[in-house]
């Protein structure tokens, strides 16, 4: 639990100047990944320095990324941390709406792990970490509607993604957001088939993201031409799936509105009447 995990981490907090800030690096981990907000941001700001002044004793690549000599750093766990703690102050930042220094936090971890870890380094946990970098850059990007700066960021992210996933939707979750870029930049094309990929990967088909998804496709395929019996069906297999009156809503509306567009008015009407009442 959050409780007993901030119990732990009190418990060494004070043991060294190291221990407090780690803990307080962990602190932070901590609250982002139960969705608390970012209490600790004095102590925060102190661990980034903290972190930076050490990795200042870690040289970084002689040869720049793809020097073939490079072997692993005895300092290269201290990189790492500094990594994290400029990604969760990015973190802090965001949540105060303070988006360029988020984003300059972000573009940060980037450059302190790739100029400290070979290409050839980045798999496990720190490719896992790039990903998750690189996602959260182009979720900001694609608030601020910068889609091309988005998807190359989320492009970056797939890339880390496939070769250790952020979580099991991980990699299906990337191509979907891809797909929303596309969509924004009036790419019908493109988005559909950003939609296909990450309906193949999907895990699972038992789940509302899924259906979600499928849903847009068919919603993308009717919009594309490729006709309206193919869509229908679609949307009225996902309706009978739909697991509450919320998503049932979601559906009449999607259905309604595609009979509204052919000029089918009482078909329209049986699926939006129920949803304005």
Known sequence: TVDSNLRRIQCVSTATEYNRHYANLLLAEL????????????????????????VREAPPLKGGRGDSKHTPNPNDNLVFLASRAHYINGVGYYERDSIVEACAEYLKTLEVMENHFEEKELVKHKARFMALTYGRLGDIFSEQFMMESSITCYQHAFFYCRI???????????LTRLGVQYDKLGNKEKMRDYYGQALEAMPSSDNLSYRDLAASKALCDYQLGLGIDHSLAVLRRILVDANDKEERKTRFLTIGAIFAEEGMYDSAMYYLEPLFE
Do not use: H, W
């Open 31 to 54: 609250l982002y990944k139960n969705d608390y907000a970012q209490t600790n941001r004095t102590e925060l700001l102190q661990a980034v320095a903290y972190f930076d002044s050490l």
């Open 164 to 174: 250790e996933p952020t979580s099991p939707t991980g990699v299906s979750n990337l």
